[in-house]
């Protein structure tokens, strides 16, 4: 067992993995979340998986679907994320980390059913991003981001994803999903719920419809968006109450 420092935090890890030095961040300091733990999700599409839900001042506001259209918005997972971002549920980022640390190996957990990642004025928080990942040592971490592209944050997802937690860069448009391919990330679409989704991107990129939402089947088996070196995109229809309005909003997006 080695013991990692990072900033004032201290992990224990069997591993020798660590999220280097090389990137610098941006701006200094930590952003402090509240992060909300289920270990077990009753969530019929995750399937029963550890999931997490971040505060909502985690959302950059440069997503497409900040104002209107997020899914989370609506629904039970609304009033929840409302209340772990009012601080009335949820624990620290050292809480979250504990608990990741603690799961078993291989064990296949989901962040972010709501939220995204710590971020400073939009750049990815460099040190709360790397004391998850040496927790998530020998886990199955995945996630999305709307975070914008920038080269801080596509260096910190890339080295999230080469270490073993996988962050799917989440577009609104095939064409933006092949961007990000092009910088080594992998990506997932909303796309229209009312026309044919196409079966390769304008860059030739295999496409598949989230698996959930063509057959019976959940993220506990599916996995796919897990894998960090997949080059197909995962295209989500749009669904929800605000599916109208995404329908609109990405209309164009197939094209
Ligand atoms: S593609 Fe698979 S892992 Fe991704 S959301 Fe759909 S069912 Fe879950």
């Not at 999220?19 to 599409?45: A, E, W, Y």
């Not at 592209?149 to 080469?162: A, E, F, G």
């Amino acid at each position: 067992m080695i013991s990692l420092t990072l900033n004032t935090m201290t992990l224990c890890t069997s591993s020798t993995v660590t999220f280097d030095s090389l990137i610098q961040p941006f701006h200094s300091g930590t952003m402090k979340i509240r992060v909300h733990i289920t270990p077990k999700s009753g969530n019929d599409k995750t399937g029963p998986i550890p999931v997490t839900t971040s505060e909502r001042a985690s959302c950059p506001t440069t997503c497409g679907l900040y104002d209107k259209g997020c899914y989370a918005k609506s629904g039970p997972l609304a009033l929840h994320w409302r209340k772990v971002s009012s601080g009335e549920r949820g624990t620290d980022w050292q809480g979250l980390c504990d608990f990741v640390q603690s799961l078993p190996d291989r064990q296949l957990w989901r962040h972010n059913q709501a939220g995204d990642l710590p971020h400073l004025f939009g750049d990815i928080d460099h040190s709360n991003m790397a004391h998850l990942v040496v927790a998530n040592t020998g886990k199955r971490g995945y996630t999305y981001t709307h975070h914008v592209l920038n080269k801080h944050n596509v260096d910190i997802i890339q080295r999230s994803n080469r270490q073993g937690f996988t962050i799917n860069a989440s577009t609104e448009s095939l064409d933006a999903a092949d961007a990000a391919i092009e910088k080594g990330l992998p990506a997932v679409c909303v796309v229209p719920n009312n026309k044919p989704v196409p079966k390769v991107s304008p860059k030739g990129h295999k496409v598949v419809v989230c698996p959930a939402q063509v057959r019976n089947t959940t993220c506990a088996e599916c996995k796919l968006c897990s894998v960090a070196k997949r080059t197909c995109i995962v295209a989500f229809k749009a669904h929800g109450s605000a599916a109208k309005h995404v329908n609109a909003l990405v209309s164009d997006s197939l094209n």
